[in-house]
């Protein structure tokens, strides 16, 4: 008989540390309306681990999760060069009966 792999579950904490915070622009609100909502999250955070911390956290049910990486721009500053932080976006997917209201608290 084959034995099917266990699926290993993520820490409360590291899901903490998965998601960084929700993303709120103009784009981000229109797509509460397609019951999607973008997150900032860590640069080393996989797919599934996103799925899970966001199912963990809010306790709704994902179907998709999409992610981007936006590389940080150099700047100058009195002639002094440096570079913004690189930042990782992923856009969530819920199902048609989960809701989530990451405004609650503000």
Known sequence: MKTSPKKKTI???RMYEIIRKP???EKTTLL????QHAFEVSLD???????????????VKVLA???LRVKGKTK???GIE??????KKAYVTLDSGSTLDVMAGI
Do not use: M, Q
């Open 82 to 87: 440096g570079k913004r932080t690189e930042v």
């Open 76 to 78: 100058r500053f009195r």
């Open 11 to 13: 820490s409360l904490s």
């Open 32 to 35: 509460i309306e397609k019951n």
């Open 65 to 67: 999760v999409n992610t």
């Open 45 to 59: 955070a996989t797919k599934p681990e996103i799925r899970e911390a966001i199912e963990g956290l809010f306790k």
């Open 23 to 25: 993303l709120v622009s």
